[in-house]
């Protein structure tokens, strides 16, 4: 199910929709900004997701991240 809102955005932001479609990369201003709203879902969970992971095992300390930059070759 969808719902038409009306909603306010600065100038810049419906530009920047309006680009999208012209370039083919949204079908619509409404297809433009619902993709933002589910990046911008996905992240909120994700940072949810992290926050528990944070308060269940502790946070993530200087060893770590070495660690995980060796294991990746990032040295």
Known sequence: M???IAVSLPDHQ???A?????AGRAAS?????SAALARAEREDSLAR???DLDR????IGAADLA???RALGLE
């Open 18 to 22: 309006r680009r999208a479609v012209s």
């Open 49 to 51: 997701l992290l926050d």
């Open 2 to 4: 969808t719902q038409k």
């Open 29 to 33: 201003v409404s297809g433009f900004v």
């Open 14 to 16: 419906v530009e920047a």
């Open 67 to 69: 660690w995980a930059d």
């Open 56 to 59: 269940e095992l502790g946070a």
